[in-house]
């Protein structure tokens, strides 16, 4: 994993712990559904992300990406540097 994408995962697990009361054991690969993530946090995650990195992301995108890892995966497609 290179630096920008370390950095960019870090800035999202921040987000998702923040948005959802993860553990602080969360990692990259932990399934938004094993963190009981509902429709509503995934549309406030997608709204933040949106703002913070200046890109649309749409809920359904995150419920595909499925975790942090599949998530800076989609942010790093549409563009976006750490």
Known sequence: MNTQTQTLTDQLLSII???????????AETPFEVLDIDSLVLVEVAVALSRRYDVTVTDDELREA???AGTVALLE???VRA
């Open 17 to 27: 712990t923040a948005k959802c009361a993860a553990p602080d054991d969360t990692t």
């Open 66 to 68: 499925g975790n942090v």
């Open 77 to 79: 497609a549409k563009g």
